[in-house]
């Protein structure tokens, strides 16, 4: 973005305006479309403004493609939108609060091999930074259906994160680990890059989620 550009927060304002506009479809040409993972992976929160998430995302990517990234892989984007009002459920690890903890082996959905997870639960004393965007993660449509999903869309929504201000948290180790098993254990079959993992293991032995569930 260059000094004369517009902030983001601004850009996503105007996109409010397009998504009630009657010719907004004249202008969408990529689809967004939610999928059956990512419903079953959000927390309340997210889910109660799914529909809202989807819309403003077809928009965002429509409408400013170059503030859509990509994502770890080749295949994935980024879709960030501004001014969604939620809290951020990532949570740094202290001295004080490590004590609650909890660990378990844990699938995440449908035949995946359990793999071992740490997070804060719902009830402990706890709380994540005030959200500042909401990072949208879509999957390509041929992606997708390699990996046994089908879509009505060019895009299929594959998580929702809710990111700090000084920027998006990486891809978790075990999500890492899952997707370098292959589309047989639930993952997307892209091998581990040692950089990245050190980069995450970094980050992630620091911060833990804070469940809603």
Request: contains cysteine; charged residues 25%.
């Amino acid at each position: 973005m260059t000094r004369k550009s517009k902030p983001i927060e601004q850009y996503f304002a105007e996109i409010k305006k397009n998504i009630t506009d009657p010719n907004r479809k004249k202008r969408i040409n990529i689809s967004v479309v939610s999928t059956k993972f990512v419903e079953t992976q959000i927390p309340e929160d997210i889910k109660s403004k799914l529909p809202t998430i989807v819309s403003s995302a077809n928009a965002f990517i429509n409408l400013y493609p170059k503030f859509c990234k990509q994502g770890l892989y080749p295949f994935s984007r980024i879709i960030p939108l501004y001014n969604m009002h939620m809290r951020c459920p990532i949570v740094k690890i202290t001295p004080k609060n490590a004590k609650y903890l909890v660990s378990d082996y844990v699938v995440r959905y449908g035949d995946e091999l359990p793999l071992l997870k740490r997070w804060f639960p719902k009830n402990a004393p706890v709380k994540g930074e005030a959200g500042y965007v909401v990072q949208v993660v879509v999957y390509t449509k041929a992606q997708l259906a390699k990996e046994g999903t089908k879509i009505n869309g060019d895009y299929g929504i594959v998580a929702i994160n809710v990111e700090m201000k000084n920027g998006g948290s990486p891809v978790t180790p075990q999500t890492m680990l899952n997707n370098h098993l292959g589309i047989k254990f639930g993952g997307n079959g892209t091998k581990i890059n040692r950089k990245e993992y050190e980069k995450s293991v970094e980050f992630w032995k620091n911060h833990a989620m804070r469940v809603q569930k």
